[in-house]
Each structure stands twice: as structure tokens, then as C-alpha cells.
């Protein structure tokens, strides 16, 4: 078999699920030719899939000797700060400062002569690129804003980066000015196209992750560039010069470490959620039935389950001894990556059939109805969830999280306290496993907040897509008025 079949049947293998078969036929590629940077990386990507995220870094840092100065650094160099993201930071090399070592490896930007208008108060256009314009959490996040988008003050386009299209591109589109594809474009291309389309604020909305173009923004593509949604932090790229969050995500009081990108705190938090199926087609919140123990679940990538995640949910579950755990993860439709997971639980006292392990349901609706299976939801640490948290709080799930320093590890703590559930947020693992405990032995109160969760979300305005956009514009609309005194005043 060639090298480059071989390498494909792996990357299907991968794309099905099948991590073990994966990372078999990608060892076999590397034992035939050592010296292949893709076969690293892709390595790289199929340990991340199963969780082995040290295995993923040192795959990675293979990846990266050999890709030195060829075409497919880049790519890895992201998957890379990527999954840095997964693990807790190392003594003295915090996320932060992996990432700041990427954007020092990038060539200075050329700032062309811009031919912008340079008026504080006038229409703005702002452009949106990212790979996930479609059936994808971004997008209805995104979707929330650009239905309340002021479009007197905004105009918008989108850059699209992904070959495939859905019903949620069509609906985005629906809601723009302009749409471009430039899945096929150099980045030369799309940076010459987003500068003589005099796009004034340029976001990116996808980070280190798939179907980005973070070259283009190394480039300076735009007079004003910033970073949100698509990635838990600043991605390191210095010409991007803000990245959106707020206030309990990066506090004020603390001195932000990171340089080239700022701080830009959103008032009304960072996410309004768009739920992603109409109130008719949104399975309902069911008032769970007597049953022996409680069901703690996650649904997030089994990546996240870093050690320290394991480690704390294996402490609230031999201290809870009827409690079970549902999770649910692509690749738990391989036998040897559930056997992992179950051994891992083993290992910290927790038998092997407490644990319910579901691969990836068909359809959204499916999806959200497992929720009706979970009494508590346990979050991720240090990179917590978004989409997941949402969910949970939506279906009626009360969801227990834990902030740490990184910004990955603080998007559950925005999004309680913001719903006014502060007791629902720990700072360590002690506090989460109490935290925990206490929801587990209180009944009536799960009960409470599944029949009153999505009232209280809508009260707190997370799910107020007009509110957003107000804090969204303004603050915008702050950065651009900031450059157009700096260009006046020089």
C-alpha cells in the first residue's frame, strides 16, 4: 500500500470515529517514513480525538522539527497551540506565552495605505471570516448578533472558509450584505479582496482551529482587527489587536499578560445563545422521575477530560456511591477508547458500570434529549465548555464549573454568574466536588431549576441577542472611534 493511501485511510478512519484504527495506521506511516510531518501531525490529531493529550504534544512537536520552514507548518503550529489548550500549564510556560512564541515567528506585517474614510460616526463595514458558517456552534452564536445587528450603523460581509454548505449557511447568509467564498483562494488573494472591499473592522471567528486564515490577518488585512467566538483566548497572532471577552473572563483588576492582542470586555458577557432549534422542534425540559441515584453527565469532547477533570468528577462520584456518569464523545464508538476512559475511572475507585459512554447521536433534537438523561452536568477543566454549558442550562441541567487563571478554564464561570448561580462556580477542586455534592443531595432544587431554567435565562439575558448587539456595536464602535483619533492625530 502506498504512503498516501495509507495516510488517507487513517484520516477516515479518524473522521468515522475509529481512533484506535487511526492512530495503528498513522504508527505504520511513521515507521515507513520517520521524517513525513504530516503523519506527525495527523497523529497528533488522532491522540488529541482520544484524550491522550500528551501524546498529541509530543506528536506534535515531532511534527513541527520536520515541518521547519515548509508548507504544512502553519497548519500544525496550530493544532499545536490548540491542544495546549487542553492541559493545565506547565510551571513557568503558561498557554499565554506558547502562543505569544508562535506569533513571534511571524513575519512583520506590511500596513498598506489605507483608503478608509476616517469618520468616527459613519456606517462601518465589518467582515467576518471563519470555516463555520454552518450546522456548527459558532454559527448560532454568531446568529444571535447579526439578527439584532443595527444594520443603519454596520455593514456586514462573510468571508466563508469552509467547501461545505447547509441550511445554516443559507440562513447566514440570509442575514448579511455580502458573501465570499475563499475556501479556494490564496491568502494573498483574500488579503488583496478584503482590502479593496475597505472592510473596516476585520473579526476573526475561528482562532488555531480547522479552516482558520490566521495568515491573512499576520498581514494586516484590515485597520482594525480583532479575535471572538471561535477560540477560548488571543490566539497570539500580534496583528490582531483585540480580542473580545469580559469582565470575569479577563478581570480588570488583573494585569493581562498577553501582548499584541487587548483585552475588548463586552458588557452584556460574551455569548447570547441562539438555540438551535425552534421552540416547536426543542424537545422539552423533563421533570426527572424517581430513580436509585442521580446521573452526573458531560457532553464534551473527550479531549477536554484532562487528568485533573478525571481526577476531580472520580472524587465526587466515590463520595456520591449511587451516582452514575454519562458522557458522550465522538469517539466513544471505539471499544479501546471507552476501555480507556473506563480504566482511567478504575484506577480512581470507580467502578467501570457506573459509567454510560454514547458516540455521537444523529440528529440535534437527539442530541438535546440525552439532557433529559442527566440530573447534574460536570464541566471540563482547565478548558471548559460553551456550547455544552448552554445546552445543559437550556434543557434544564444545572451545570458545575470550576475557574481557573487561564481564559479557557473561565467561560462557565461568565455564563452562571451571569445566570445568577455563583454557588454553582468553584475556584478549586475541592470547591467543585463540594459544590457538586450539595446539588446531588438537593433534589428539590434540580427540580426547581428544570422547570424554571429557561425563564431565568431569558430574565438574565442570555439568550437576548438585542442586548448583545448593543454591547457588541458599542464596544466596536469604541475601537474604531480609538483609531480614528490615532489617524487624525498623526
Known sequence: MELREQMQLALDALRAGKVTESVSQLQEVIARAPAVAAAWANLGNAER???????????????????????????????????????????????????????????????PTWRHRWDADRRLHVGWVSGDFRWHSVAFFLLALLRNLDREQFEVTCFSNHPDTDEMTEILRSQVDAWVD??????????????????????????????HRMAVFAKRAAPVQLSWLGYPGPTGNPEIDFWMTDAIICPPSESCPWKGSRPLRLNAGCHAYHPPLSESEMPPVAVRTEHPGPTLGCFNHRAKLSRETVEMWAEVLNAAPTARLLLKSRCYQD???CDEIRQQFQAL?????RLELWARTPSTREHLEGYQQMDIALDTYPYAGTTTTFESLWMGVPV?????VEPASRVGASILRQLGRSEWVASDRRGFVQAALRLIEDAAQRKDFRTTAREAMRLSGLTDGA????????????????????????
Open 182 to 211: 475563499i475556501h479556494e483562494a490564496s491568502d494573498e488573494r483574500v488579503l488583496q479582496q478584503i482590502r479593496r472591499s475597505r472592510v473596516d473592522v476585520l473579526v476573526d471567528l475561528s482562532g488555531h482551529s480547522a479552516y
Open 335 to 337: 471499544a479501546q477508547a
Open 349 to 353: 475507585g470507580v467502578a467501570a458500570e
Open 400 to 404: 458545575v464549573t470550576r475557574c481557573g
Open 467 to 490: 442586548r448583545f448587539a448593543r454591547s457588541w456595536q458599542a464596544a466596536v464602535r469604541g475601537v474604531w472611534q480609538e483609531q480614528v483619533r490615532k489617524r487624525t492625530e498623526s
Open 49 to 111: 480525538e482520544r484524550g491522550q493529550i500528551d501524546a498529541a504534544l509530543q506528536a506534535y512537536d515531532q511534527a513541527l522539527r520536520f515541518a521547519e520552514g515548509g508548507p504544512d507548518a502553519d497548519w500544525i503550529w496550530s493544532n499545536y497551540l490548540m491542544t495546549q489548550c487542553y492541559r493545565e500549564a506547565e510551571p513557568g510556560r503558561p498557554c499565554w506565552q506558547i502562543h505569544e512564541q508562535w506569533g513571534q515567528r511571524l513575519a512583520p506585517a506590511q500596513e
